[in-house]
Each structure stands twice: as structure tokens, then as C-alpha cells.
DNA sequence: GTTTTTAAGTCAGCCTTGTTGACATATCTC
DNA sequence: GAGATATGTCAACAAGGCTGACTTAAAAAC
């Protein structure tokens, strides 16, 4: 299918020589680790969302809603990217479960502007401190260095094209 | 539900004060960057996969069969923590395929040895490079003591019971 | 040597969360 | 007024989790 590597490579040896070993050589610990680590992160919300019949995509949802309220329909889906079929099937409960709120907007009347009820921003902050308590845990361990350093990182495993976006999403500047 | 938090209380400035401030405000942004950064991660290999109608299930099953060959069901499914009929669905699939095989064991003739065929040797191999290369793009950028700063702070993320675990199964010591 | 336990496989059916495609409604823009 | 835009909704489908029940073969216990 795509004959670069021989066979017969075994995977723990690369025979690839250079600068460019860096590149060629798999970071399986890095790559496992972050399967493992990103596993137990998403654990720990879902054992309380089970508790209101809510999911990972319910979650996803109010914490974007709560941390940028007024957010449109728009600017959700292209946060998430998901249809908005995919969107409106929980964004729906959670509505009718009073968590979140839609205010049809007073500029453009055509869009919807989200906001979290008491309820849901109550709920919203539990789930981040439980998050923020496995990442605070963590950090407390290492350098003071470390936290700049690991969200450093983070930010450049985003896709070129959408670190600028994400950088204002998650540090501020919200023109709202 | 849980009044722990009176609701009007501003998200921004948490009123909790003193040493555990740190455990109690919201990491929003390792939160935020936290899901990004694993859905881009996780992007790359599913452009792939695509193309040989496999999905992200296939992808873990591969990918530890072809790290640790030999793995048999029970260790598998102790890895990827699911359960052996949703196992089973996307493990068949990859062995009627043929990327990876099913040996009969010769000590206990009861349990299976899994392993990558050279063909999925050749996809894992081909995966793991996409991932690869993002994740060291990354760490380019940054400081050389970044890379352990960071598998650190990963390895410090999973659950305290399974650290060991993780850190035998990633960092080498299979007794296969 | 029979019984019990264990490892794996399988059938059936359900849930969540993603998808596509088609279409409706209200509102804004030109 | 015509067309574009923002949202909402119906229907059907797929991936990949889940539970529960049951089979088979082989090992272990007795």
C-alpha cells in the first residue's frame, strides 16, 4: 500500500540514519502516554454525568457554554465540530433539563445565544475541579516550571491553522 | 444537587482562599488545551484509517498487539479496558484482514497469542509515524528537557493504581 | 478421573454520539 | 421582493461502547 518500510524492520531499531531520526524513530511512550492519561482526564466527569443521565458530549457542551456565555450556535459547532444534528440532540436535554438557556439575539434575531442557568454553571465548575484537582495533582509534583511548559506543548500539538483560534478561545479576548 | 457552591459566585475569581486556591480554581486553560490537543493528536492516524475502513478501535487494538507481540485477550482487554464482545468486533475484522494473527498458546492451549503480520507491522509503523512527527514537531520548539517534563507529567495524570502498570507497559520490562 | 474454573468466542439487543441528506422557518441583506 | 444565512428538525445509518446469556476447550483442583 505504501511500500516506505521494508517489512522486515523491526520496530525497536529503525534503520533510518541522520538528523531526521527524530522524525522517523516512533515516541511510543509519548503516544501511549497520552492515551492513557487522556483516558483517566475524561474519567472522572463521567462517573457525575452518569448520575444526571448526561454524557461526554453533554459535558463538552455545557463547558464551552459556561465559559463563554452568549456563545451562538455557530461559533459552538465550529468549536466542537459536529453537525449541528449531533449538537442539537444534546444541546436539547440539556436545554430542557434547565442547565442551559437560549436567548434569541437582540442585534440578529436569527441566532441563539447560549448561556449556563445557576444549574448548569453549577454543575459546569464541578466537573472542572475535579478535572483541575488530577491536572493540579499532577503538577504539584514537578518544577513550578511545568505548568507553563506542558500547556506550551499543547498548544503547539494543535494544528497549525487553529492555534491562534484555540490561544483566544482558551487565554481571553472574547469580543462579546 | 451538591450546594457546595453557591451559585452566584463568578466563575473568574473563586472565593476560596488560602493554600488550596490552587486545587479549587478551575485549570481551564490545561483543561481546554488538554481536549484540543488529543483531538488533533488523535486526527491523523483517522485520515488513514479511513482509507482501510478501520476506525479508531482497530487502531488501539493494532497498535498495543504490534508493541507487545504475543499479548494475549486477557491482557489486551485489561489495556484497553473494554469489554471482550466490543474486543472481539474490531479484532476480528483485523484478523480476517490479516493484519494481526491469532497463535493458539503451547503452555496453556486456552489462551490466544496475538500478533502484528507484516502487513500490520506496516500500518502500526505507519500510524505511529504520523503521530510521531506531530509530537515532535511540537517539542522542537521547546526546551531539550521538555520531553521528559512532559511524558512526566502525563505519567503523573493516570490514575496512582495504574502507574506502574502504564509505566511497565510503556517504558519496556514485558516478561513475554 | 470427575468436577470446577478459566480463557476465549458468540448471539442478541441496547445506548451514545457521530454521520448524511432533505427540508422548514425566521430573519437579515441586497 | 429575492436570495442568503442561522437555526431547527425528521429520518436513517454507522461506529463503538455496553449488558446478559450461553458455548467450547482446556487447565486446575479435588
Redesign the interface.
Known sequence: ??P??P??IP?IRPRTSGADV????????????????????V?DPDRILDEYNFGRAHH?VL?FV??QPGLTIAELLDIL?ITKQSLNRVLKELIEKGFIESRTGTADRRQRHLHAT??G???A??L??L?????????????PE??N???????????QD?RAH?QR???GEKET
Not at 493540579?136 to 518544577?143: C, K, S, T, V
Open positions: 500500500m505504501d516506505t518500510v517489512e522486515a520496530v527524530l522524525a522517523e524513530t516512533p515516541a511510543y511512550d509519548l503516544i501511549e502516554l497520552f492515551f492513557f492519561a487522556y483516558r483517566d482526564f474519567s463538552r463547558h459556561d465559559r465540530r445557576p444549574q454553571r453549577h454543575l465548575l464541578k472542572a475541579r478535572q483541575t484537582r488530577r491536572i493540579m495533582h499532577a503538577l504539584a509534583e514537578m518544577d511545568a505548568k511548559l506542558v500547556s506550551g506543548y499543547l498548544l503547539a500539538l494543535i494544528d487553529d484555540v478561545l482558551v487565554f
